[in-house]
């Protein structure tokens, strides 16, 4: 028999002491756990590592984003004081990116201030390193700490390791998904015993006529309201950048990553990046319902092509050699592309802002004539 993790261990005394878990409960304890957790104390991005998120993959990512935070800075009235807020802000990548294309426009970066959402030490430290030097830069563990203030909000891969519930549809109605123990003492789905009251009229309508056995997920509204009531109040926007998918509907996206492929959930907790994909639609009627506008979701390769990716990509391509140039050329086509490998059309790109600001860049029919810097 394999040996144990040691959170499979502990979650198995918990479930042997306390009885089953929601998957939601799982899916929080594999990921924050003080001592175990996934996202406590490793640094989980790039080739040695599990997975690798778009600012690992190219520069313009992260250059196109501080393009597009300075379009919303210039549409609030290009303020002195502006938060520039990232959540879960990997090594600090992306933020680096964003800052040196910021600083072809001294006015907006001498009024910028840096806020990284980040619970990890090991995470912490990498992004003390890449932002070395930048001034104005403060670190907090939930968004709640940033101080108010006109801001863009950026969170890239950030709402698909949210704790996910999820629910089977029964012949006595909808029951909550849960982990328990199996017979020989391992980890397993199942069903709480009792069925979810007046769940079905809180279902979506493509969900309400699922069959049995199908699996429904959804997310607490908490954190995208946080944000829709921090850019509806004090002026500013937030981009969520994730995969997933335009309607909620039924399915099963539960799912862990390790060394680059996928794995069975329930083995090896703490050892793997468990997610689920994001509900776009959940998040647009949750900012909506708070009175913030919604601009998209669109795909993340139309999104960069509007805001002018193809035209930076040759213009970095012109000052590179032929082997640096190859590289340009991947990176765009798995930014952009579809298919196997491809960003482009799994990652959706969603905007919330103000109710009085216009359509944000990227967001439009026509191309955004912003190409980055230069």
């Known amino acids: ?87 879960g802000p990997g090594r600090g990548t992306m933020m680096a990116d964003a800052l040196r294309a910021l600083r072809v426009l001294p006015p907006m970066y001498q009024a910028l201030s840096i ?6 030490p090991v995470l912490r430290e990498k992004q003390k390193a890449a932002l070395h030097g930048v ?9 709640d700490e940033v101080p108010s203030g006109p801001c863009v909000i950026l969170a890239n891969e950030y709402f698909d390791v949210l704790p996910v519930h999820q629910a089977v549809k ?25 069925p979810l009251p007046g769940f079905e009229v809180l279902l979506p309508p493509l969900v309400r006529g699922a069959p049995l056995g ?22 500013g926007a937030a981009l969520i950048v994730d995969y997933g998918h335009l309607r909620s509907d039924a399915g099963d996206t539960f799912q862990a990553i390790s060394r680059h492929s996928f794995t069975d959930p329930l083995q090896n907790p703490g050892q793997a990046d468990v997610t689920a994909h994001v509900d ?3 998040l647009a009627h949750a900012a909506e319902d708070l009175g913030a506008r919604v601009h998209g979701p669109v795909s993340q390769g139309d999104f960069l092509r509007r805001l002018g990716i193809e035209t930076r990509a040759v213009g970095l ?40 600001l ?17």
């Not at 806020?115 to 990890?120: G, P, S």
């Open 1 to 87: 028999m394999t040996e144990l993790s040691p959170l499979a261990s502990e979650l198995s005394r918990m479930i042997h002491s306390s009885g089953p878990i929601p998957v939601w409960r799982y899916m929080q304890i594999c990921l924050t756990h003080p001592e175990y957790g996934y996202y406590r104390a490793r640094d989980p991005l790039g080739r040695e590592g599990d997975f690798i998120t778009a600012p690992e993959v190219s520069q313009m990512f992260g250059e196109l984003l501080g393009l597009w935070s300075a379009s919303v800075w210039k549409a609030i009235g290009a303020p002195s004081v502006f938060r520039l807020i990232e959540l």
């Open 115 to 120: 806020h990284l959402v980040e619970i990890n």
């Open 135 to 143: 001034r104005n830069v403060a670190w907090h563990n939930t968004i």
């Open 170 to 194: 029964r012949e006595t109605g909808w029951h909550e998904r849960t982990v328990e123990l199996d017979s020989d003492g391992q980890l397993a789905f199942g069903v709480a015993p009792d």
């Open 214 to 235: 199908a699996v429904f997920e959804w997310r607490p509204d908490t954190e995208i309201m946080k944000l829709a009531r921090r850019v509806r109040d004090q002026k």
């Open 280 to 282: 776009f639609q959940a």
């Open 317 to 356: 391509m012109a000052k590179a050699s032929p082997e640096i140039s190859q590289d340009i050329s991947t990176a765009l086509k798995r930014l952009i592309g579809g298919g196997r490998g491809g960003m482009g059309s799994m990652f959706k790109v969603l905007a919330i802002s103000g109710p009085h």
């Open 358 to 374: 216009p359509p944000l860049a990227g967001f439009a029919d026509e191309p955004n004539e912003q190409t980055g810097p230069r």
